[in-house]
């Protein structure tokens, strides 16, 4: 059954957001099927299955899309073609099993109706009993096995009868033994001999991964490409950065303290130096480490004869290039150590390697540059041949995606530049140039690429959303409102836009209209956890603290896991005060706060729900957790400083407001309350 489709189109982001999770998985070779590993069931003489998936060899953990039967070798034995969705993407699989069972293979041909033969049957009179076949296309899910007909005939080996029932009806004996026959209707069966069978393989695994040796582990780029900048200290804490290899070719090497691939590469390297200085380069590299793990890469790689730069893994530099490297490939393939990069004398990379490279190769690799167009191609393209295409060009729109949902705005802003200076009239690409620009704090850039951008598509709901957030913050709230309520009436579920349009009125003072806008939300997106959130403040900040309660209620139950949904209900069940309310308040926030330690509102309002409880020391201890986890919001500091007083500490009251106001000197309730203090 297939439901029927809505009259009108909602967009959803929940629903965006899980396809591109899902497309995101596709290209990163993710398994669909949880590498669930493949089944093979044997028929038993008794009607029954036996699981051979183990001893066949078959229970391969790619994620099986389709296979075929075939007899590729034309030894008798029914073989194996087997298609997965990801990588390898077709296995040959060859029927070496010896039963000593005979077989009769059967190829059939029509002169009437279709020349296939496609519904045709082969009833066989055998030791075994009768036997019946039939021609069939569409033999699985994009898949179609062999138009022969394989029959197993046992150790006897005998046929006692056999015909064919043609497809327009007609019936045709047909004189046959243990072999391969074809035949064409009206016509005696032709045989032809069998192969003989080959050796059985030797037993061992099955191949896996090519090795990094493989030449398939390095690629030349058809299109040289700009790399992102790096700049960070060696390990004697000088600041270096990419720039210093500009003028020579050079390779920037990515390693980690605990790979010994790394340290051998390394070392390789460094003893090679004078062949490298011959190919006229120079190396950096760049050790990638997790926090406070400086010595043990100190320890790994001080002595070696080229700058090796500290880089922490959740650097935004390293980011750039993991997205790169990503871009670079079909398959999304994260940046794993040891990677290098082969950089021109401007700083473009030439050529990529996956795994430890060989000084000898890369040495080579230098001496080749710079590369004339027509030896680019040759090392680039995979096999020689003709092009006939006007030429290769990278997708930079693609590029500058993923370089922007990997952080790396910088080098996005220049890729999506490029992909407009090619395509002027698009108004995605202008949409994530002003995205790029905006996260790279060029806001005066980001308005004037969403103007284009609406300039070309007028109904962009999320180009009018971000430019109306620019100018909120400017101040310019008319304009922007009049953008947010456009972006709705192009995308009545666009929850993003709904809630800056109700904070626009909430910083007016208009909580109804905002009220109603979330409402309206919602009318189109029900189901939307984060809209409800914010309805229920925006009920409480209008004055229905019932009603917000109702609010945070339906998040939480349409999802359980979300935090907001939970500090904000215990909140409003606090500032309700009924003789229910305070126990569920309680019982809310705390089971939020062990389920999400981090989340500085789900702390603070445990601090709160501790303070009626008259539990002080706790609530002092959920204060400073809460602000350990964002030290940046003053709730938790203010609540903490109204503790210190109702514990007649002023001291205690002061310190943690003078805290606040360091981070915040604006901060006027922090302000207010000090002045209080000093009277």
């Known amino acids: 059954m297939v439901s029927q489709s809505p009259s009108s189109a909602v967009r959803r982001g929940r629903y965006e957001y899980g396809w591109d999770a899902i497309n995101r998985f596709i290209r990163e070779d993710g398994s669909w099927s949880g590498s669930e590993r493949n089944c093979f069931h044997l028929a038993c003489d008794d009607g029954s299955f036996a699981d051979a998936s183990a001893a066949s060899g078959l229970d391969f953990i790619e994620d099986g899309r389709a296979f075929a039967v075939i007899d590729y070798d034309g030894d008798g034995d029914p073989d194996l073609l087997l298609r997965q969705r990801n990588g390898p993407r077709l296995r040959v699989l060859r029927n070496v099993f010896r039963s000593g069972n005979r077989s009769l293979w059967l190829h059939l041909s029509a002169r009437s109706g279709n020349r296939d033969a496609v519904g045709a049957r082969v009833e066989l009179e055998t030791e075994g009993g009768p036997r019946v076949k039939e021609v069939q296309v569409g033999s699985g899910f994009l898949s179609q096995s062999t138009h022969w007909l394989c029959f197993g005939l046992g150790a006897e080996g005998t046929v006692r009868a056999a015909r064919v029932r043609w497809p327009d009806g007609r019936i045709q004996p047909i004189q046959v033994g243990p072999g391969r026959y074809r035949v064409v209707e009206g016509e005696a069966p032709v045989e032809e001999p069998l192969r003989e069978e080959p050796a059985p393989l030797s037993p061992g695994p099955p191949p896996g991964d090519p090795p990094q040796s493989s030449p398939l582990a390095a690629y030349w780029l058809v299109e040289p490409l700009r790399a992102p900048e790096l700049r960070f200290p060696d390990l004697r804490g000088k600041e270096r950065s990419l720039a210093d290899l500009r003028g020579r070719p050079g390779a920037v090497l990515f390693l980690a303290p605990g790979c010994g691939a790394c340290a051998a590469e390394a070392e390789e390297l460094g003893a090679s130096a004078s062949l490298l200085g011959e190919g006229g380069g120079r190396l950096l590299g760049v050790a990638v480490i997790r ?39 079909n398959r999304y393939r994260g940046l794993q150590a040891p990677t290098s990069f082969l950089l021109d004398s401007e700083g473009r990379i030439e050529k990529v390697y996956r795994g430890a490279v060989r000084a000898e190769d890369l040495a080579s690799d230098m001496r080749r540059l710079p590369l004339g167009r027509e030896e680019r191609l040759r090392l680039a393209l995979p096999f020689p041949g003709r092009l006939l295409a006007p030429g290769f060009h990278r997708d930079q729109f693609l590029l500058g995606a993923l370089l922007a949902e990997g952080g790396a705005h910088a080098p996005a802003v220049e890729a999506l530049r490029s992909s407009l200076a090619a395509s002027p009239g698009d108004p995605e690409a202008l949409y994530d140039l002003g995205v790029s620009l905006a996260a790279s704090g060029d806001g005066e850039g980001a308005e004037r690429a969403y103007r284009q951008a609406l300039a070309l598509r007028p109904d962009l709901a999320d180009a009018l959303n971000n430019l109306a957030v620019l100018l909120l913050r400017r101040g310019e709230a008319d304009e922007a409102r009049r953008l947010l309520e456009r972006a709705l009436a192009s995308e009545p579920g666009n929850a993003e836009a709904a809630r800056n349009l109700a904070r626009a009125h909430l910083e007016g003072g208009r909580a109804q209209e905002a009220v109603s806008v979330y409402r309206e939300a919602l009318r189109a997106d029900p189901d939307e956890p984060s809209l409800w959130s914010a309805l229920g403040f925006a009920l409480y900040t209008a004055g229905d603290i019932d009603g917000g309660v109702g609010a945070y209620r339906r998040a939480a139950a349409l999802a359980p896991a979300d935090p907001d949904a939970a500090a904000g209900l215990a909140n409003l069940l606090l500032k309700r005060g009924g003789r229910a309310d305070l126990p569920e308040a309680r019982q809310v926030a705390e089971e939020g706060a062990k389920a999400h330690p981090r989340h500085a509102g789900l702390l603070n309002a445990v601090g709160l729900v501790r303070m009626v409880f008259e539990d002080f020391a706790g609530a002092e201890e959920a204060y400073e957790k809460a602000i350990g986890a964002d030290p940046r919001s003053p709730g938790p500091y203010l609540n903490l400083a109204r503790l210190g007083l109702r514990r007649n500490d ?4 002061e310190e943690v407001l003078g805290r606040l106001l360091r981070l915040d000197p604006g901060q006027e309730e922090a302000r207010a309350m000090l002045e209080q203090l000093a009277r």
């Open 291 to 329: 926090p406070a793990h400086e010595e043990e890469a100190r320890a790994r790689f001080d002595g070696l004869p080229f700058p090796v730069l500290l880089a922490e893994e959740t650097s935004g530099a390293l980011a750039a290039f993991d997205a790169l490297h990503r871009g670079l490939q």
């Open 650 to 653: 002023r001291k205690r009251a």
